[in-house]
């Protein structure tokens, strides 16, 4: 499956950004997929995880109650609505998806066997 990765910008504090993350090439059904981000110097990290069903959702503690993963199988996307950014929030989020992903395994990048390009988060202060 390919992945295209998009609604990155440049917001405010406290401001708010919905990324998207359209699949093609085969359907999303069946595949659990990821967001993850990285900021500059910075390694790779988790964000937040959806399986295939939409039953079971997953945040990295710094974004839980501030970040909602969603998913539609019909239209074959993902989004992730980012409220109350800080600069901190300043990345280029990815999103990633793969089938068969054990739930422990959820918020790790060696599970996820392909990945979107990547959008740009800009949180000014």
């Known amino acids: 499956v390919q992945l295209q990765a998009s609604g990155g910008g440049l917001v405010q504090a406290g401001g708010s950004l919905r990324l998207s993350c359209a699949a093609s090439g085969y359907t999303f059904r ?3 997929v990821a967001w993850f981000r990285q900021a ?5 990290v988790f964000v937040a995880a959806i399986k295939w069903n939409s039953r079971h959702t997953y945040y990295a503690d710094s974004m839980k ?9 019909v239209q074959n996307m993902v989004y ?5 950014l800080t600069p901190e929030d300043t ?5 990633a998806a ?3 992903v054990i739930q422990s395994n959820l918020d ?6 392909s990945w979107g390009q990547g959008t740009q988060v800009t949180v000014s202060s």
């Open 108 to 113: 790790s990048q060696n599970a996820y066997r």
């Open 65 to 73: 109650g501030r970040f909602t993963i969603s998913r539609d199988n």
């Open 98 to 100: 793969s089938t068969s």
């Open 80 to 84: 992730l609505q980012m409220n109350n």
């Open 40 to 44: 500059p110097g910075k390694g790779r």
């Open 30 to 32: 069946g595949y659990s």
């Open 91 to 95: 990345a280029v989020h990815h999103c």
